[in-house]
């Protein structure tokens, strides 16, 4: 990584998903030892504790009646906008959610710290869901699902969102892990040139020839990226602790390959660990296995890993 610092922010926002928990996440990946994992490996922690729920921001009601919880997400947007951009003047900032509404404001921030630096920001979306709505095109209207739209600058958020001091280009986003693509995303993803790397994709190549390729150009470009790991990335047989399930996920070892791949990259500037929903759970294994997937990130090797018993 970039630097021995790692600076842990919990965002504990629920209200862009369609049930409630993920605001027990940022407790949950502490618990499982997450702090202890990154200590372990060297890198010294900045614990920024829980980020509080700011009050909503009044808003005109929107013309899609899908939409909910508009004023609350609005408010939560720009107060991690602002803690995410402090986060990453120093060390890597590891973002604890919480529900993916949340990478709204944290690609917002690093894209506005990356600016600044006169670097490019680019974005790997581990995901099974695109996130590329906009708040037109939304048929449940939870908010997770439009933060990737936002942060490249689609239309149908002015007036609503903040606005943006920095815009990732779509051309720098990969998105790895996709099966399941609502038809409005669909049909602006490619238009857009966001690099779409579904399970076909992986199944037929495997990730290590895709994502080398992503890095590759962002080291090019000398870019500093930004990873968003949603837990619904991970096949449900590993990982049940997610609202959004679907089948047919990446199993232990790819998504493991893919976190030893950043780090041996160096180039991974700030991650969001997002939508771990506890009261989904089965004994914490979920919350264990991201913490796991972090140390990977951070310079675990496959012959440091422990044995655990789960009798």
Known sequence: MVSNDCVILGIPVQDGAGRMGCDMGPSALRTAGLITAITELGHRVIDLGNLTAPMPRPQPPHGNNAVHHLPEITAWIEAIGAASYAAGASGLPIFL???HSLSSGTVAGMARRAAERGRALFVLWLDAHPDFHTL??????????????????QGGFAGHFPQLDAI?????????????????ERAALLPAGVIVHDMRMIDEHGVAPLLSRFLDRVAAED?????????????????????????GGATFREAHLV????HDSGLVTSLDLVELNPFLDERGRTATLLVDLAASLLGRRVMDRPTRSFS
């Open 259 to 262: 976190m030893e791949m950043l």
């Open 223 to 247: 870019g500093m990226l930004h990873v968003s790991f949603d837990v619904d990335f991970l096949d449900p047989a590993i990982a049940p602790a997610v609202g959004t399930t679907v089948p």
């Open 168 to 184: 990732v280009s779509p051309t720098r986003v990969m998105v790895m892990g996709l099966r399941s693509v609502d038809p409005a």
């Open 97 to 99: 959610g919480g529900d």
């Open 136 to 153: 037109d095109t939304t048929t449940s209207g939870n908010l997770h699902g439009v933060p990737l739209a936002y942060a490249t600058g």
